[in-house]
């Protein structure tokens, strides 16, 4: 039989994660790579909205440099939105003893 409380306990984490990730997904979150030479930003839902490349410091021709400078500034984005699931997740469901739902 589940422990009344800790079923209340966990519906409520559930909307709670509910509401985080929506905030997540509504966030814009930015990377850059080459002391900024080239920035991005996307989404929490890992949607690439935008790649700003400061073409006048870089040799636009060298293009393995400049996708390995695109990639390194996604990767750094992709990273930030994982940490902040990570932490906005592991907050939520810090105290709670699954122990106690049997």
Known sequence: MFNPQMLK????????LK?????????????QAGGSVV??????TKEVMSI???????DI???KMVEELIIAALNDAFRKVD??????????????NMAGMI
């Open 83 to 96: 940490k902040e699931i990570e932490e906005s997740v592991g907050s939520l469901s810090r105290g709670i």
């Open 9 to 16: 306990k966990l519906q409520k984490m559930q909307e709670d």
């Open 39 to 44: 920035k991005v930003s996307v989404k929490g």
């Open 52 to 58: 700003d490349i400061k073409t006048e410091e870089i």
């Open 61 to 63: 021709n060298d293009t």
């Open 19 to 31: 509401k985080v990730q929506a905030e997540i997904n509504a966030s814009t979150f930015y990377g």
